[in-house]
């Protein structure tokens, strides 16, 4: 195994607007790679391309040496030893359990006793093996699901790929699908990537989240990283919840800032002194309390654990904050920010 | 270290070359040929002749009349079937349909065959009740007016298709809407469904025209003894009169139909527009109306029409077939199963043919599988504009009445074939060739669209399995399309056992097909010979056709073409 590399990737379907520019990339072995953004950004055209199903109209990939794919010519994705589940599953109707998750190795003509025991193997480690001769059609969504891991597990691939593999699952499903893969990527050690539009989702699974939009890479990081450091209003925007404010910077270095410092961009001097940048503001660093900005509450909603508030400054500006109390909307609160993150 | 690079595409490199190739061979060779000789011996004023012909004029009138008088009957049968068997709460409506549908699967000079025995002073079953007109008056059907009738009837399916699709797709919320606005039944079908369906109705009837245009069967054996010819038919009648003139004046005659069926195919194309009604079929059933007091009054009505267009004449043709000889009373006594004697196990003749007809089919529907199992394949991961061009030219040589075709082939084939130095001409393999021109839409239809709605990722997961295309095509691809490759073969076989225009032409001492042999049979006077062997036809039709209807819950919608 090694590591992957996507060097300056682009496809263009000649649609006008070309659906990925210049992704690089390195994903790191046995490293779970999350790609994330909204529907259309281009991450299912990246992860298509990795599988070989897109030829890139630009750039290069690589697995350690082996260049799998350029403009002029790429491995075909039946020779490259990757693995996909597919947000449909991809499960073969007309074959059992075991000949959907057995197929990749009668195509690699192992013999009957090897195959055998992979798929035994295989199937309890998703906990299916009481099915294995039933047919995809008799088992409920997670069960397909898991199939279909399984199918990706028996081969021992060098890369495996998801595709918004949980998008088709309830709530509860998610959570236990969620800890599936967790233990298939520490079982397999291949290298994962993980398309989602789900911000939780890539937060909760992934070694590293990609941020993509419109077809443009825009940042990766560790989950914790890309949280506390996100680059730019996008990401900002996409990963975690917050507010984001302009607010006049002072010309320093440091990107994070505390109440002391924040405090100042809200006095009257400041206004006149600095360029204005973009502040993310998370709500639990948005402290109500005696002292510290008037603002007015203009939405509350109670989320069990406690209230999110919505809180319209003097200068009109919006931040998001939680209160273990409850509020009624219009009601005059002070709040301190207590941590803000320039984009 | 590269190794494996291949273009990024998941067919093999000669697939799009191979089907290239067969598109060409069967689709754009042959009526390019036709359509070079015919304007060749325009511009030679080869046409002065054929256009100074009173005979022509009077064929392309018999043509246009027959057509659309026929045309009109269909309108008015398969009209008030599809209305009353669609919208309204009639009992016993799958009977009603299959029985229906089962004029246009049976070929036309059986149809032709079995109401000549029906009427007339030398009808066994008039006969047999003593009904029979004196001997001597003329038989009523063998005139423009029977021709029409006959073929309005063997295409009224066609109408009834075409509007029933048209009236499953109608909005079933639209009408309730109308209803709860306040609209009665009777407003509601004037007002929002019969404007809705009307493209339908115009598209089945466009149909119902070009079929007519290119009918043989039927103006052959009713109009030839009246010495009245329609195109078809004067085809036919040059062709076995052949002369110096022959080959020009039938490339400009079949040039003729394919003029007149593409100016229906336009009309029907018109009106269908961004409509595809054979895909359009609502799982929700539209509203169904209550006929109360009228219902029995209309299912008697319905009953009636099929005991009038289908049981009675083949009553009649069972009759013929038992009857010991032509003009001879049928009573239990005389009845005598020594016609199918005859046609299964004495004749020659008949012999051969069911070979030739069951080998053709058979080798037809196969051999058509291999290419558009390929070919489908290819239609499904193309892109649009790519799909539509293959399947246009797939279509052509099927949209076009057989006769066209068959004198295409002709064309083509009159020579020796260029490297070989042999020519097929004269015999089977002529013949198959154009039946595999003919029926390759047939085939393609379900396949391609058995392939359309396979989700692709159930390939692409067998190529991250490892497979390559045959593994593929082997594993995963043909069992999930099996029983639309089942339907292709069952259609095509059904087809081209029945069929009559195409091997008219091209057949040959020793290559005669059924329907050559049928209408052989009835020419030289043999009729009970003729109905005997229409009737095993017609029972091996509805076997196949029950054998379809089996099939029906395993297609993609659209497959079985009597079901919408």
Request: with cysteine; net charge neutral.
């Amino acid at each position: 195994m090694a590591q992957l590399i996507l060097n300056h990737l682009s496809k263009d379907f000649g649609t006008g607007k070309p659906a990925v520019t210049g992704v690089s990339l390195k994903i790191r072995e046995g490293g779970f790679l999350a790609l994330l953004g909204p529907s259309g950004c281009g991450k299912t055209t990246v992860l298509r391309m990795i599988a070989g199903f897109e030829q890139p109209s630009d750039g290069e990939i690589f697995l350690g040496e082996w260049r799998l794919a350029d403009v002029n010519a790429m491995v075909p994705p039946e020779k490259r030893n990757m693995a996909m589940v597919f947000q449909s599953y991809a499960l073969w109707p007309h074959m059992s359990v075991a000949d959907n998750v057995g197929y990749p190795l009668t195509v690699r003509g192992l013999s009957r006793d090897l195959r055998d025991r992979k798929i035994r193997e295989a199937l309890e480690a998703v906990r299916l093996d009481a099915y294995a001769d039933r047919r995809p059609a008799d088992l409920s969504g997670g069960q397909r699901q898991r199939v279909a891991l399984a199918r990706c597990l028996v081969t021992d691939p060098d890369v495996v790929l998801l595709d918004e593999p949980l998008a088709n699952l309830d709530r509860h499903l998610r959570q236990e699908m969620e800890e599936t893969f967790r233990e298939f990527h520490a079982r397999s050690g291949a290298t994962m990537i993980y398309v989602t539009h789900d911000q939780a989702e890539a937060m909760a699974l992934a070694t590293d989240v990609a941020v993509m939009a419109e077809g443009k890479l825009l940042q990766v990081a560790p989950p914790q990283e890309i949280y506390a450091h996100p680059e730019g209003r996008i990401v900002g925007g996409l990963i975690g919840q917050g507010a984001i404010l302009s607010l006049p910077w002072p010309d320093r270095a440091e990107r994070e800032a505390d109440w002391s410092v924040i405090r100042e961009m809200f006095s009257p001097q400041a206004l006149f002194t600095q360029s204005f940048a973009d502040v993310l503001v998370r709500p639990q660093d948005v402290i109500l309390s005696d002292e510290g900005l008037d603002a007015t509450v203009e939405a509350a909603v109670f989320e069990g654990e406690r209230h999110a508030l919505r809180l319209r400054l003097e200068n009109g500006q919006r931040l998001r904050a939680f209160s273990r109390r409850p509020h009624g909307v219009g009601d005059r609160v002070r709040a301190v920010i207590r941590s803000g993150w320039r984009l | 270290m590269p190794r494996f690079l291949t273009l990024g595409n998941s067919q093999p490199r000669w697939l799009f070359p191979f089907v290239l190739s067969v598109l060409f061979l069967l689709s754009i060779l042959p009526l390019g040929r036709l359509a070079i000789t015919g304007i060749l011996s325009l511009v030679r004023g080869g046409g002065d002749g054929l256009l100074s012909d009173p005979g022509l004029w009077a064929a392309l009138w018999n043509t246009l009349t027959t057509s659309f008088y026929g045309m009109l009957v269909s309108v008015l049968i398969g009209g008030s079937f599809a209305l009353l068997l669609t919208l309204f709460d009639i009992r016993g409506k799958w009977i009603l349909g299959f029985l229906f549908m089962l004029p246009m699967m049976i070929p036309p000079q059986v149809t032709a065959l079995s109401w000549v025995g029906l009427t007339g002073p030398s009808s066994t079953l008039l006969k047999a009740i003593g009904m029979a007109p004196p001997l001597g008056s003329p038989q009523p059907l063998y005139s423009i007016g029977g021709i029409a009738l006959l073929l309005g009837v063997q295409n009224a399916p066609l109408v009834y298709l075409a509007l029933r699709a048209g009236l499953l797709a109608l909005p079933r919320d639209g009408i309730e809407a109308a209803r709860l606005s306040g609209a009665s039944a009777l407003q509601v079908l004037r007002d929002i469904i019969l404007p809705l369906a009307l493209p339908g109705f115009a598209a089945g009837a466009a149909m119902a025209f070009v079929s007519n245009v290119g009918n043989f069967g039927i103006p052959a054996i009713l109009g030839i003894p009246a010495s009245i010819y329609t195109l078809p038919t004067l085809i036919y009648a040059k062709f076995a009169s052949f002369g110096p003139s022959t080959f020009a004046d039938i490339s400009l005659l079949s040039g003729l139909i394919a003029l007149l069926s593409v100016a229906g195919l336009l009309v029907e194309e018109r009106v269908l527009r961004g409509r595809d009604y054979r895909i359009i079929g609502l799982s929700g059933r539209t509203a169904v109306f209550q006929l109360k007091g009228w219902r029995a009054v209309s299912e008697i009505l319905l009953w009636l029409v099929l005991l009038l267009i289908l049981i009675l004449p083949f009553a009649a043709l069972v009759a013929s077939s038992l009857a010991p000889a032509y003009g001879v009373p049928l009573s239990l006594k005389t009845a005598t199963i020594h016609a199918y004697e005859e046609v299964l196990l004495r004749q020659s003749v008949t012999q051969t043919a069911f070979r030739n007809s069951i080998g053709l089919s058979l080798a037809t529907a196969f051999g058509l599988l291999l290419v558009t199992v390929l070919m489908g394949y290819v239609v499904a991961r193309s892109g649009r504009r790519l799909a539509a061009l293959i399947g246009a030219l797939a279509d052509i040589p099927y949209a076009l009445p057989g006769i066209v075709l068959a004198v295409a082939c002709i064309l083509l084939f009159a020579a020796p074939l260029p490297v070989f130095g042999v020519s097929i001409y004269g015999t089977i393999w002529i013949l198959l060739f154009a039946y595999f021109s003919s029926f390759l839409a047939v085939s393609l239809r379900p396949i391609a669209s058995a392939f359309r709605q396979l989700d692709p990722s159930l390939e692409e997961a067998a190529r991250l399995a490892g497979a390559g295309f045959a593994r593929r095509m082997r594993d995963i691809l043909v069992p999930l399309i099996a029983p639309a490759a089942g339907a292709a073969v069952i259609l095509v076989f059904l087809i081209a056992c029945n069929e009559l225009t195409v091997s008219a032409l091209l057949w040959s001492a020793g290559t005669q097909t059924l329907g050559v042999a049928i209408y052989n049979l009835d020419d030289s006077g043999s009729f009970n010979l003729a109905s005997a062997l229409s009737v095993l036809v017609v029972g091996m039709v509805v076997v196949m056709m029950f054998l379809l209807e089996l099939l029906a819950n395993r297609l993609p919608k659209g497959v079985v073409p009597w079901r919408s």
